[in-house]
């Protein structure tokens, strides 16, 4: 009985001994299997690693070409940017000098318009006087044996009406200094010439001598202080002669040079 116990266990061991060696043997060609079927995946995801790599060194070599230009893009666009604010700097500076200058024009303008306008106030409130006048297309005049006023008859400038030809007297209607001139035509032999009276004062004595008939001129002139209402007229002294004709020979004229 003892020995068929044993017997059954030796067949036991046998068997599993055996079924052991079976799985053992089932693994080792299943393992083998899977690594046969492995190892060219793994090839081929290396192949495919290294074609990636490829590429991917490709366009990083591209990327940085590309970043080296737009880095000189960059460049040349802060170099223009420079000159741009130096020139946007210097057209202030230029703009600040022109609105200054425009200013001081501004400014002497406004001084040019007052004073302008000052100076037509002026002119307007300034009295105008201003006259000339010839003395007559008679032909001679003297000598006669009294001074006589002479009295320039033809009037061709009477601005402010302060020579009245009837009398022969100019009239200063403003206080001021005046400019008075008269020229003298003598026609025959003998004395030619005026006397120049301020009111009842004698200013002024022309004279000339003439040896001999023919016309001959001299001309005179004086600047005088006068009050409103002094009167300024020429004689013709007795014994002298003078001249005129159409020709306006002798005459007389005289303006306001400024009041006072």
């Not at 043997?25 to 995801?45: H, L, M, N, S, V």
């Not at 307007?124 to 044996?145: H, I, M, R, S």
């Not at 009245?164 to 001021?176: I, K, Q, W, Y």
């Amino acid at each position: 009985m003892r020995a068929v116990v044993v017997g059954l266990l030796l067949l036991g061991l046998c068997g599993s001994g055996a079924q052991g060696e079976v799985q053992e043997t089932e693994t080792r060609d299943a393992g083998e299997e899977t690594t046969k079927q492995t190892t060219p995946d793994i090839w081929a995801e290396v192949r495919a690693l290294r074609d990636m790599v490829v590429e991917l060194k490709v366009e990083l070599r591209n990327v940085e070409a590309t970043v080296k230009d737009s880095e000189s893009q960059v460049d040349e666009l802060k170099v223009e940017l420079i000159v741009t604010k130096m020139q946007v700097e210097q057209l202030h500076r230029e703009t600040s000098d022109l609105q200054t200058r425009l200013s001081s024009s501004e400014t002497e303008l406004l001084l040019s318009k007052s004073r302008i306008e000052q100076l037509e106030r002026e002119n307007t409130e300034k009295p105008k006087v201003a006259f000339y006048t010839a003395l007559t297309d008679a032909g001679q005049v003297g000598p006669f044996n009294t001074d006589i006023t002479l009295k320039y008859s033809k009037v061709f400038t009477n601005i402010g009406d302060a020579y009245s030809p009837h009398s022969g007297f100019f009239t200063a209607p403003v206080r001021g200094v005046y400019y008075l001139q008269f020229t003298v035509c003598g026609n025959q032999a003998g004395h030619m010439g005026v006397n120049v009276y301020k009111n009842s004062q004698r200013i002024m004595y022309n004279v000339e001598w003439k040896e001999e008939a023919g016309v001959e001129h001299f001309t005179n002139s004086v600047v005088l202080e006068l009050m409103a209402g002094d009167e300024i007229h020429l004689l013709l002294p007795s014994g002298y002669s003078l001249y005129d004709d159409s020709s306006n020979r002798s005459t007389f004229s005289g303006a306001l040079l400024f009041t006072l």
